[in-house]
């Protein structure tokens, strides 16, 4: 599901998959178009901070995403064990605890707040030559396979 770049409408989004699909494990993936070849794990959301206007003019009252909300919220992936025992030719992957304050890291708070945790956030590279969609499809396949097994789904 492609979420809008706006912080309500991504988050009733979210509330949505969480009230209706009730998933094991939510996969969020953002672009960050600063790291040209770099996937990053993102560890933990935070609630406070979104000041940046989204793509419809407006930021989150309250600058936060969920009043009386922990200030942030860990993923129940380790994504650091991720990082360490996983690789992808062609391509670094990184540890983070840091997915920026906009829609991105909003999106995940929710996320994990909705989700109790079971909610986890990739940021990836723009396509490129070097970065094919492809690729990056085989790459993420790669990583959600390595998510699902910390969640104890034995592969098939």
Same mark, same amino acid.
Request: include cysteine; charge should be positive.
């Given at each position: 599901m492609q979420l809008p770049v706006a912080y309500?409408?991504? %988050?009733?989004?979210?509330? %949505?998959? #969480?009230t209706t699909?009730?998933?094991l494990l939510t996969v969020h993936v953002g672009l960050a178009s600063s790291t040209p070849a770099l996937i990053l794990l993102e560890q933990c959301g935070k609630n406070k901070g979104y000041q940046e206007r989204d793509a419809?003019?407006?930021?989150p009252e309250g600058a936060c995403c969920v009043r009386d909300?922990?200030? %942030?919220?860990?993923?129940?992936i380790n994504m650091k064990t991720l #990082?360490?025992?996983? @690789?992808v030719e062609g391509i670094d992957i990184?540890? @983070?605890?840091?997915?920026g304050r906009y829609v991105c890291d909003y999106t995940y708070?929710? @996320?994990?707040?909705y989700g109790n945790g079971r909610a986890a956030f990739i940021h990836v590279p723009p396509l490129s030559k070097s970065v094919t969609a492809d690729f990056l499809g085989e790459?993420?396949?790669?990583?959600?396979?390595?998510?699902?097994?910390?969640?104890?789904?034995v592969r098939e």
């Open positions: 309500q409408k991504a %988050k009733e989004q979210v509330i %949505k998959i #969480w699909l009730q998933p419809c003019g407006f930021h909300g922990p200030e %942030k919220i860990e993923s129940a #990082w360490k025992n996983i @690789s990184m540890f @983070s605890r840091d997915a708070y929710t @996320s994990l707040y790459a993420l396949h790669t990583i959600i396979l390595a998510m699902l097994e910390q969640c104890g789904v």
